[in-house]
C-alpha cells in the first residue's frame, strides 16, 4: 500500500456527504418500499461515515485508492434513482471493506451491507456490479493487502530473523558471561584492597605506637647517661678534694670514711633509680621488640589467613609448629621491674651499718 490517503475526513467531503443526507433525507411519497428504505440506509451509513471519518480512512484504503475520486465527484449526481442506486453501490464496497477490517461489529454497518445483499436485484445494473464486485473481490484485496505488507513481510523472514536472533544471543550470553568475570576479578581485587588497606591502618598505628616507644627509648638513654655521668663525678670531686687538700683527711684522725658516707649514700640512691631506669629501658625495648614482630604479622597475616584456611581443610595440624614459632611474642628477660621504693630498707640498712 502506498502513502495513505484521506477521503471521508476531507473537509470538502464531510460537506459534500452533508448535502447527500440532507437530500436523501427530504420524505418523497411517489418513493417505493425499496427506494425509501434504500434512502433511509444511505443517510444512516452517511452520517456513521462523516462522524468517524479519519478512521474510514484509515480501514477503506483499498477502496479509496480504486473509487476514492470517483466516488468524491459522485456527491453532485444524485437526481435519478440509477445514481442513487450506484452510489449506494459505492458506499457498499467502502462499508464490506470497513466491516471486514474493523474489530467491531456495527450494527448499521451490518443492516447496510445485508440490506444491499438481499435487495442486490432491486438495483440498477451498475449497482448490482458493484455490489457482486465488492461481494467478491474485497475479501482478496484485503488479504493481498496483508500479505504485501511490511509486517507480513517480516512474518516470511521470521526463520533469518530468528538466526540473527539467536547469534545476537548467544554473542550477548558471551559478552555477559565475559562482563561478569571482569566483575568477579574486579570484585575481588577490590576485597583485597579493602584487606591491605585495613592493614594497612592496623600497621599505621603500630608505626605511630613504635614511633613513640622510641622517642621514649632515646628520653631513657639519656637519663641513663645523665644518672650514670652524677654517679661518677661526685666519687671523682671526692676524690680529687682528698688529693689535693690532703690536710682534710687530717680532721677525721682515723674516721677517713666519714667523709664518703654523704657522697656514697647519694651514689647508692643514684644506682638504685639507675637499676629503675634501666629496667624500664629494657622494658621498652621489648615492647619495641613486640611492635615490630606485629607490624611484621600485618605484612603477610592476610595471605596466610587465605593460604591456612585451605592447608588445615586437609590436615588440621600442618602448620601448628609454624603458628607457635610465627605468634609466640618476643620475650625480653627482663626480670621484674622494681616499684620506686622497693629496696629502700636495704638502704636504710646500709646506712646505718655505716655509722656503727
Same mark, same amino acid.
Given at each position: 500500500m502506498s502513502e495513505k490517503k484521506y477521503l471521508f475526513s476531507n473537509e470538502d467531503n464531510i460537506l459534500k456527504i452533508n448535502k447527500v443526507i440532507s437530500v436523501l433525507s427530504v420524505p418523497n411519497a411517489s418513493l417505493s418500499s425499496f427506494e425509501a428504505q434504500r434512502n433511509i440506509n444511505l443517510c444512516s451509513i452517511l452520517e456513521l461515515i462523516t462522524s468517524i471519518g479519519y478512521e474510514w480512512d484509515l480501514l477503506c484504503q483499498i477502496n479509496i485508492d480504486l473509487i476514492g475520486r470517483l466516488f468524491a465527484n459522485y456527491?453532485?449526481?444524485?437526481?435519478?434513482?440509477?445514481?442513487?442506486?450506484?452510489? #449506494?453501490?459505492?458506499?457498499? %464496497?467502502?462499508?464490506?471493506?470497513?466491516?471486514?477490517?474493523?474489530?467491531?461489529?456495527?450494527?448499521?454497518?451490518?443492516?447496510?451491507?445485508?440490506?444491499?445483499?438481499?435487495? !442486490?436485484?432491486?438495483?440498477?445494473?451498475?449497482?448490482? %456490479?458493484?455490489?457482486? #464486485? !465488492?461481494? %467478491?473481490?474485497?475479501?482478496i484485496f484485503i488479504a493481498k493487502d496483508l500479505f504485501n505488507n511490511k509486517s507480513m513481510n517480516l512474518l516470511k523472514d521470521f526463520d533469518e530473523i530468528a538466526a540473527k536472533a539467536e547469534r545476537l544471543k548467544k554473542g550477548w550470553d558471551t559478552e555477559i558471561v565475559d562482563k561478569e568475570t571482569k566483575v568477579e576479578n574486579l570484585k575481588s581485587a577490590l576485597d583485597e584492597y579493602k584487606n591491605a588497606f585495613n592493614f594497612v591502618g592496623l600497621f599505621k598505628g603500630f608505626d605511630d605506637l613504635s614511633v613513640v616507644k622510641v622517642s621514649e627509648k632515646k628520653r631513657i638513654f639519656w637519663c641513663l647517661i645523665a644518672i650514670g655521668v652524677a654517679i661518677i663525678v661526685p666519687l671523682i670531686g671526692q676524690f680529687v678534694s682528698f688529693y689535693l687538700f690532703p690536710d682534710l683527711l687530717g680532721l677525721y684522725k682515723n674516721n677517713y670514711y666519714i667523709p664518703l658516707i654523704p657522697v656514697l649514700s647519694f651514689v647508692i640512691i643514684l644506682l638504685y633509680f639507675f637499676k629503675i631506669i634501666l629496667m624500664n629501658y629494657k622494658s621498652v625495648q621489648s615492647q619495641l621488640l613486640q611492635i615490630e614482630l606485629r607490624k611484621t604479622l600485618c605484612q603477610f597475616i592476610q595471605s596466610y589467613g587465605d593460604y591456612s584456611q585451605g592447608i588445615k581443610a586437609k590436615d588440621a595440624n600442618a602448620l601448628?609448629?609454624?603458628?607457635?614459632?610465627?605468634?609466640?611474642?618476643?620475650? !625480653?628477660?627482663?626480670?621484674?621491674?622494681?616499684?620506686?621504693?622497693?629496696?629502700?630498707?636495704?638502704?636504710?640498712?646500709?646506712?646505718?651499718?655505716?655509722?656503727?
Open positions: 456527491f453532485t449526481k444524485i437526481q435519478s434513482k440509477e445514481e442513487i442506486d450506484d452510489l #449506494y453501490g459505492y458506499c457498499f %464496497r467502502f462499508a464490506l471493506e470497513y466491516h471486514l477490517s474493523c474489530l467491531e461489529t456495527l450494527i448499521d454497518v451490518q443492516s447496510f451491507i445485508d440490506y444491499g445483499l438481499v435487495e !442486490a436485484d432491486s438495483f440498477g445494473n451498475s449497482a448490482k %456490479r458493484s455490489i457482486d #464486485y !465488492a461481494s %467478491r473481490a474485497t475479501s601448628e609448629k609454624f603458628e607457635n614459632i610465627i605468634f609466640s611474642g618476643i620475650v !625480653a628477660d627482663d626480670g621484674k621491674i622494681p616499684s620506686t621504693f622497693d629496696g629502700m630498707d636495704q638502704l636504710v640498712n646500709v646506712i646505718k651499718s655505716i655509722k656503727n
